[in-house]
């Protein structure tokens, strides 16, 4: 992937803006892929699309590409308020592209896709309207702010002209498909759940942390007056789809990796990704004294009748002996706690 935007074509503008998205569509349309299906090269709409700016030609998939010189920052300048309002209200709503330059070499230092999942009202900022001596008085704009949007939202292709693996940027938009909610105040509600979560230090978590984002959050949402309840309520979605994890009465463990819906299954034995290791057995946990990155989960079912039960302590204790003890000697990051 090269970096470096071509100066020549911003040539024939007399416009800075007009010739800085020439050369920025063009860099985007010849080294980048879809993010979605990995196809390559992105085209270009021909007929000015006032929706996207690029698409994928193999899955469909749309793009609106934004940028600006300098550092990333919290917020990204857009267009008009309204028109933005009305794109995440509908079912048009492209993926958005945003990159950084350097004005001077004119070079990407930065590329981020935010898929069209994690956009809601609540992260576009109105902005004054202009002025009555504006050629365009009373016009509003609006700006993104990306310090709203989740981690697991901006996906980084490009960081400080450090280039992520394809292979990568492609797991972590389709894991973040996980996250789909077609209705907006739900969505509204997960994302800042999930914004919430994301902002507690370390790994591990109490429900009574949560409730202390219960002010911010009836602020956001003034229509509920249940607010800890919906709280619990995201919290068990973000489970059920794999961010989190209930380990622990009122403790909850953060998912470094959003684990598959389908997890391999001995008796009532679970192979899991996650960032710390847990093992658990006919309600016992038991802290591993290694990080490292694969996991094993055992969960006794209260429902499986005794033999099954017996049948689980035996593939516990084979998969022990066997695939956790190869698994940690492979690790070549473990450190002791």
């Known amino acids: ?3 470096g935007l ?3 074509l911003a040539q024939k503008y007399k416009s800075v803006s ?5 050369m920025t569509e063009n860099w985007a349309a010849k080294n980048m892929y879809c993010p979605r299906c990995g196809a390559m090269p992105l085209q270009r709409f021909t007929n000015n699309k006032p929706v ?10 749309e793009y609106e590409l934004k940028s600006k010189s300098g550092r990333m920052g919290d917020k990204i300048v857009d267009g008009s308020y309204n028109a933005m309002i009305g794109r995440i209200t509908s079912d048009a709503n492209p993926d958005f592209m945003f990159l950084t330059y350097e004005q001077e070499r004119l070079e990407i230092t930065n590329f981020v896709v935010v898929p069209k999942h994690f956009f809601v009202p609540q992260i576009i900022e109105k902005r004054k309207p202009l002025s009555e001596t504006a050629k365009r008085a009373g016009w509003v704009g609006c700006n993104i702010l990306l310090n709203s949007i989740p981690r ?8 400080n002209k450090e280039i992520s693996a394809k292979k990568e940027v492609i797991s972590k938009l389709n894991l973040s498909r996980q996250l789909e909610v077609s209705n907006l105040s739900a969505r509204g509600w997960l994302l800042d759940i999930l914004h919430c979560v994301n902002s507690l230090p370390g ?3 109490t429900i009574q942390e949560m409730y202390e984002f219960e002010d911010v959050l009836s602020q956001k949402h003034p229509d509920n007056n249940n607010v800890r309840a919906k ?3 995201q919290l068990q979605i973000l489970r059920d789809r794999g961010f989190i994890s209930f380990f622990r009465e009122r403790l909850v463990q953060k998912n470094n990796r959003v684990r598959s819906k389908f997890l391999p299954r001995v008796g009532s034995i679970y192979l899991h990704r996650m960032g710390l290791s847990w093992l658990c057995f006919t309600g016992r946990i038991l802290r591993s004294s290694f990080r490292h990155d694969f996991v094993v989960l055992l969960e006794a079912d209260r429902r499986d009748d005794v033999a099954d039960e017996k049948h689980g302590q035996k593939s516990f204790e084979h998969a022990h002996k066997n695939s956790v003890h190869a698994l940690f000697c492979q690790d070549k990051n473990i450190e002791k706690r």
């Open 52 to 61: 996207a700016d690029l698409y994928c030609s193999n899955c469909q998939s």
């Open 6 to 8: 071509d100066a020549s």
């Open 152 to 159: 697991q939202g901006r996906i980084y292709i490009v960081k």
């Open 231 to 233: 709280i619990r309520q």
């Open 203 to 205: 790994l591990e978590f």
């Open 18 to 22: 007009q010739g800085i998205r020439v």
């Open 1 to 3: 992937m090269n970096l």
